[in-house]
């Protein structure tokens, strides 16, 4: 692409990075305009008029330039598009605001009206609020979505008191009974070493050492700063460090400077820890906690009652610890649709909702989810979405243009369908085969990029994550902060992936040293030989990371099913397993159990939902609840559905939400055809054709030899056409979106036939218009068959044409020629048809939404542009979710389609339609006074306007969004 070109120039690349510095003018101009504006306010210092009018003008001009130079910074730079999103059409509103100011201050100034006056205002005032949130973005960018937040005193990590009070009083005890032991002196300095970790190396670690002080080495602490030593060992009177410890706090000298002071029994360890004589362990210490590597199967306790699933008796076990008595589960209709929605995302059907409560066998429920798990379809549609989020993959977005991205869809497919063992995924994913290496190849940004985002670098990250549980982002740049993981330990990871030696760079400072290859956890499961090709490298790290001695990976999916069914992990976050779970033994059993049945992730997916304990009523709370550590397990969380499941549910009670797919599931590829129009030229160039009446024919030979068995034809025109085989009309439609089925056997003659369309291009501008067609004909005598589809040999005219211009013997010699848009199995603007085939045997009844390209729908609903590994979406409603469920031009669209199908299926029978309404909805039947309503809204004659009432008063209802 041109723009991809630009991108790559020097003079592009310089301009665009000019934008921080033009960025500050346009910010000081009107902020300043804006304060001077209101102490003019009621007639007050007229003088300031004359320097408030350049002040808005030359902020407007800046404002403009500054854009301009975003642009081409963004389009050049490494920045993701969910990112950067919002910043950038902030920027551009702010231009919008800032030259409708300038307009309004000359009209107020032209007119000299108050009211003019009070409008410019009200333009300044907002260009500055506009001006102030794309700021706030714009420091997101460069600094980290915690920007603002993260000095907050609330939002530093905490250390739990108990453990230091008692360690003080262990060492004492001790130091009492004689000389101190090192094993204590090491567990003293481990504990102060924590300290340092969590409150001290924001400021002063390898990284910052503000005041010239490092806090993470004996020899660095021992130095002390630009100002002298800080510890004087044996003496915490005369130790500086002391001292500032326990200054009051908002002292100039107190410390830490940020967040939280340390607490009395904190500081008492340090002061311990000096006057022991400040020890400092030789030994590799773990600052923060780590999970064992280790699994070991627990041994399923005595519950002494008559729970059957291993679940069911560790969570006896547990609500027995916690005085919590079993709540009765729920019933038929709760638990087939929380099922439905967990196992296929989608609600089941009237019909099978009634067999299943008439159903008395005392097993239904594990027969029912045996037979979801078998819809092989269904769950990879439905599972699909979990992956794609997981494993980063999408169908299309930032890289792909330039080749610098490639998905996994069809082996990703593949694995849910037939169910592949998991440790086999993790393998092909760890060493790939073609169909599987978009995983690790991640996307080579355009532009200069940071260390932390080259593809090797990424390729570790993203294994550390999904597959382990891990975040091993900031160790990519430096020492984390917030596990034991170090710069050293992500750049061997990222050495792996590499055929060239890495040089290592601390926030991209090389440091001079170079990566040895080495897999993160080697010291518990094994490592790779860091001389071996790249190849080898891989083909080992799959085999250490697979092995059923990491407990780590099978934990780490273990825990990310019990979220999805659950609502909330055994560990939480689900990317630190490091932390404590809730339950040990749920956590163990679960992770042994999937080993032991040869890593089935369907049997970990049965055993969890035939518990009793997936079967409980489920728990409103929210997510600061939910993630607190005195979070107590009393049942599933309630669930809101995720953007694909609500489209999905939707398509189910109204009408389809997509009828074109990204990726085709089926092997039956569609009828073939291209998608073609009138060849539209502006200036010699193409362009999009304009509304109005088009006309097309094509001419084809049927062999009078042969005879014809059948012939049908698949034909759909955007937007609307009249279709004529032999001058007899044979079809006609108005949406693109449906693919028509026409038997054309008894309009075809032996000889010469002719096709002739008469397709509208509608709208009031320039817009994209095609038409697709396929029609087979089969012959009697043999199993051949002649195919006639568009293409560009078909002829088109943009004028009026004379009268009999559909008939075989119409002269079109002076028609024009045609061009085409794109195929049946892709275009930029119509997708892939999924209903384009002869062959019905797959079909769905509508594309799930996890086939489809991401879109402005399901974006405002909460699917991510997967530019990044995602394991949480956001579950509580957004103010955007809401602008868009009560206004959106898509679901408004979709709302009127369904009640326009809903009217020609039922006409006047108003409580038949209520009555199956209710029941694929919400599972249940009105109640008499919602049917009463109901009936008289609708009356016997029922408007589209009143039964697109009704849908939407049945998709807004939490009863419906929520997962009880």
């Excluded at 038949?912 to 004659?941: F, N």
Aim: charged share 25%; net charge negative; proline share 4%.
């Amino acid at each position: 692409m041109f723009l991809d070109t630009l991108s790559e120039l020097w003079i592009w690349q310089l301009l665009g990075r000019l934008h921080p510095l033009i960025v500050h003018f346009p910010i000081g101009a009107l902020v300043i305009a804006f304060f001077l504006e209101m102490l003019t306010m009621g007639g007050k210092r007229p003088d300031l008029r004359s320097g408030i009018r350049w002040l808005i003008y030359i902020g407007a001009g800046t404002a403009l330039g500054a854009a301009i130079v975003g642009l081409m910074l963004a389009y050049g730079g490494n920045y993701s598009e969910s990112t950067i999103f919002y910043h950038r059409w902030g920027g551009i509103l702010t231009v919008v605001l800032s030259l409708s100011a300038c307009w309004l201050l000359y009209r107020a100034e032209t007119r000299d009206t108050r009211k003019d006056l009070n409008i410019y205002r009200g333009a300044l005032a907002a260009t500055v609020l506009v001006l102030t949130v794309t700021g706030h973005f714009g420091a997101n960018l460069t600094h980290g979505s915690d920007y603002l937040t993260s000095v907050l005193p609330w939002n530093y990590e905490t250390l739990s008191d108990d453990e230091f009070t008692e360690l003080v009083e262990e060492v004492n005890q001790h130091r009492e009974m004689g000389t101190l032991a090192e094993t204590h002196k090491t567990k003293l300095n481990v504990g102060v070493r924590r300290i340092f970790a969590q409150t001290c190396y924001r400021c002063h670690d390898s990284n910052e050492a503000e005041g010239g002080l490092v806090l993470n080495s004996e020899e660095a602490v021992m130095k002390g700063g630009d100002d002298g030593p800080i510890i004087v060992p044996g003496e915490p009177g005369e130790s500086e460090l002391m001292r500032r410890l326990t200054l009051p706090e908002g002292h100039d000298e107190v410390m830490p400077q940020k967040g939280s002071s340390l607490s009395a029994s904190q500081i008492e360890l340090v002061r311990t820890w000096i006057e022991v004589g400040a020890p400092w362990s030789d030994e590799e210490v773990e600052t923060f906690r780590e999970a064992p590597m280790a699994l070991y199967k627990p041994e399923l306790p005595e519950t002494g009652s008559d729970l059957e699933n291993p679940i069911d008796k560790f969570t006896d076990a547990y609500f027995k610890e916690h005085n919590i008595s079993w709540p009765e589960p729920v019933d038929d209709v709760t638990f087939m649709r929380r099922a439905y929605m967990d196992v296929i995302g989608l609600m089941p059907s009237p019909e099978e909702l009634q067999a299943f409560v008439d159903d008395s066998s005392p097993n239904k429920r594990d027969r029912l989810i045996d037979s979801l798990l078998g819809r092989k379809h269904a769950y990879a549609q439905h599972w699909l979405t979990f992956w794609n989020d997981l494993l980063r993959n999408d169908y299309t977005g930032t890289g792909f243009i330039t080749g610098g991205r490639e998905q996994i869809t069809d082996w990703l497919y593949d694995a849910l369908y037939n169910n592949m063992p998991y440790d086999q995924m993790v393998r092909e994913l760890a060493n790939p085969n073609e169909r599987s290496d978009g995983f690790i190849r991640g996307i080579e940004w355009r532009g200069a990029v940071n260390a932390s985002q080259t593809t090797e670098m990424q390729a570790a990250q993203n294994i550390s994550q999904s597959l382990l549980g891990t975040n091993l982002k900031c160790a990519s740049c430096h020492d984390s902060f917030v596990s034991n993981l170090t710069l050293n330990d992500a750049y061997s990871f990222a050495q792996i992936f590499s055929d060239s030696a890495i040089a290592i760079q601390r926030c991209d400072v090389p440091t001079g040293d170079t990566a040895k290859a080495s897999f993160v956890y080697s010291e518990e499961l094994g490592d790779v030989d860091s001389e071996a090709s790249l190849e080898k490298r891989l083909e080992q790290l799959a085999e250490v990371i697979a092995d059923e001695q990491n407990g780590r990976l099978y934990r780490t999916i273990a825990n990310r099913y019990w979220e999805l069914l659950m609502g909330r992990g055994l560990v939480e976050p689900v990317d630190n397993m490091d932390n404590i779970p809730w339950s040990q033994e749920h956590l163990d059993w679960l992770a042994a159990d999937l080993i032991d049945h040869k890593y089935d992730l369907k049997y970990l997916l049965s055993t969890i939902l035939k518990s009793r304990t997936y079967q409980l009523p489920s728990v409103g709370m929210s997510e600061e609840e939910a993630g607190s550590e005195d979070y107590v397990f009393e049942g599933p969380l309630r669930k809101r559905m995720t953007a694909e499941q609500f489209a999905d549910a939707v398509s189910q009670v109204a009408a389809p939400f997509y009828f074109s797919v990204a990726y085709d599931p089926y092997e039956t590829p569609p009828a073939e055809a291209d998608w073609i129009w009138f060849n539209t030229t502006e200036n010699g160039r193409r362009s999009q054709p304009a509304p109005g009446m088009y006309y097309f024919r094509h001419q084809f030979d049927l062999p009078g030899s042969r005879e014809v068995d059948v012939a049908n034809m698949l034909v759909t025109v955007d937007e609307s056409y009249k279709l004529y085989l032999n001058g007899t009309m044979v079809g006609q439609g108005d949406d693109w979106r449906r693919v028509e089925r026409l038997d054309v056997t008894e309009y075809l003659r032996s000889g010469r036939n002719v096709l002739a369309l008469e397709g509208e291009n509608g709208g009031t501008i320039p817009n994209p218009a095609g038409i697709l067609l396929n029609l087979k004909i089969q012959f009697t005598s043999s199993d051949d068959s002649l195919v006639v589809t568009s293409n560009e040999n078909w002829k088109a005219l943009q004028d009026t044409p004379a009268e009999g211009w559909e008939t075989l013997d119409f002269d079109d010699s002076e028609w024009g020629a045609v061009r085409a848009f794109g195929t049946s199995a892709g275009s930029d603007h119509w997708g892939q048809l999924l209903g384009f085939t002869h062959d019905t045997s797959h079909q769905m009844d509508f594309v799930r939404a996890s086939l489809v390209e991401n879109n402005d729908f399901l974006k405002e609903m909460g699917r991510p542009t997967r530019e990044n590994v995602i394991t949480n979406r956001q579950t509580e409603a957004t103010l955007l979710q809401a602008l868009e469920l009560t206004n959106g031009e898509k679901l408004n669209e979709v709302m009127a389609r369904g009640a326009e199908r809903l009217i020609n299926e039922y006409g006047t029978a108003t409580n038949r339609m209520i009555e199956h309404l209710y029941l694929t909805a919400y599972g249940r039947s009105p109640s008499e006074t919602e049917e009463k309503i109901l009936s008289e809204k609708l009356s016997s004659d029922p408007r589209r306007e009143a039964v697109q009432d009704l849908l939407w008063a049945l998709v807004m209802n939490p009863e419906f969004q929520l997962i009880y």
